[in-house]
């Protein structure tokens, strides 16, 4: 999420204020009208309004080498490695992928995972899992095919697996929700032709495959997150709620929230798990910019997770400032997001708007994260959560 500077209307922008020359050695030259209009621009800002707790929202240049710009990634965090990992997408061109990236969530780092054995051809929008350093990758889309292969990547290695199956596999399918515990893969939803809605199980040990019908309508190229051994997944659905499904029992249901949901019909948005708060932003839409909101899932209930810039690296100027002082963010899609719990920072990349030098996005949520607990135990006081 790249700054995105703009006036206080959401649908106009101004001058940044870098001014670019197109020659590096050039002597850059200062456009005093571009100055003018940004100084009224500053003076346009509203003041933001002060709130209980907010993240603070800065920026980083990548430095040394780093994946291409893309989007149709699969994203999937490691707890063991505390870290992000990409993978096979397209660049900016439409040109798909099948290379693999890892990005240190402590250095900003990114090194490239070198693939052998049975590496797959280049594929937009599959799904991925991790069980211990073991990827598992399923479907996808080549041109107008869609995909249902599944194979396996050894992070240690570099190893390319493709996994032999047999009884009933899901259909061939872009963008499902997928999830490893206890040596069972599951897939649901995704989108081909239809909206596939069955839950397929995998014993990763037998490579036999078994199919139940929840009953849920199909969604597809939703975040997911998993709290207390549950998939949370947001998005595509009118009606709203979360898709949750039950690692432990192989359920699936819908679990919905109150508050002040982000809205529900919108796919391609982001979200982390951060303690037992699923932070949700992001996603395809008319919007330019966006707030940040978060579930609380001991209460099950939604709410804005405030934001605002560090005034160093973003101002103001790089978002939208309400009427209520409340500041939106630039809006992106098709991103991918982890939350590191050494440094309490949600780390956001790649996706649409691309930016070249390609970016990363940084919430530092440690404050707010303090703030959010001593509410928690003023609430519990008054009224425990329904854990």
């Not at 670019?20 to 346009?44: M, S, V, W, Y």
């Not at 991925?128 to 396996?152: K, P, V």
């Not at 009884?167 to 599951?186: F, G």
């Not at 078994?210 to 595509?236: D, Q």
Request: aromatic fraction near 8%.
């Amino acid at each position: 999420m790249g700054p995105s500077p703009s006036t206080a209307d959401p649908n106009k922008r101004h001058h940044s204020r870098q001014h670019h020359t197109d020659h590096p050695n050039e002597e850059q030259k200062i456009d005093p009208i571009a100055l003018q209009e940004e100084f009224f621009a500053q003076e346009a800002l509203k003041p933001l309004l002060r709130t209980g707790f907010a993240g603070q929202w800065s920026v980083e240049t990548f430095v040394g080498k780093h994946p291409v710009e893309r989007n149709g990634q699969f994203s999937v965090i490691s707890k063991l490695r505390n870290s992000l990992i990409i993978g096979y997408g397209q660049d900016t061109n439409g040109v798909a992928l099948n290379d693999v990236w890892e990005l240190n969530l402590d250095s900003k780092q990114w090194h490239q995972i070198k693939l052998k054995g049975d590496i797959q051809l280049p594929r937009i929008s599959a799904s991925a899992c991790i069980q211990d350093e073991i990827l598992y990758i399923f479907g996808g889309r080549i041109a107008g095919t869609y995909l249902d292969d599944l194979h396996s990547i050894d992070l240690k290695t570099g190893e390319v697996k493709l996994i032999s199956t047999h009884n009933d596999p899901p259909s061939p399918r872009a963008s499902p929700v997928i999830a490893v515990h206890n040596n069972n893969l599951y897939v649901w939803g995704g989108l081909n032709e239809a909206w596939p809605d069955d839950l397929h199980t995998l014993d990763l040990s037998t490579g036999a495959w078994s199919t139940s019908k929840p009953g849920l309508s199909g969604r597809a190229n939703i975040p997911t997150a998993i709290y207390e051994n549950c998939v949370y997944g947001y998005g595509c659905s009118r009606s709203g709620g979360f898709i949750v499904i039950d690692l432990e029992n192989g359920q699936a249901t819908i679990k919905k929230a109150d508050g002040e949901a982000p809205p529900s019909d919108i796919n391609a948005g982001g979200m982390c798990l951060v303690d037992h708060f699923l932070i949700y932003f992001g996603g395809i839409s008319e919007n330019e910019y966006m707030l940040v909101h978060a579930c609380d899932l001991h209460r099950m209930r939604w709410f804005t997770f405030w934001v605002t810039p560090d005034g160093e690296t973003v101002t103001q100027n790089d978002g939208f400032t309400d009427e209520k002082g409340l500041f939106h963010l630039p809006n992106i899609h098709s991103f991918s997001v982890a939350y590191s719990e050494k440094t309490r920072e949600i780390v956001s990349c790649l996706g649409v708007p691309a930016h070249d030098p390609p970016m990363v996005s940084i919430f530092s949520v440690g404050e707010a994260l303090s703030v959010l607990h001593l509410r928690d135990d003023l609430l519990d006081t008054l009224s425990p959560a329904q854990n």
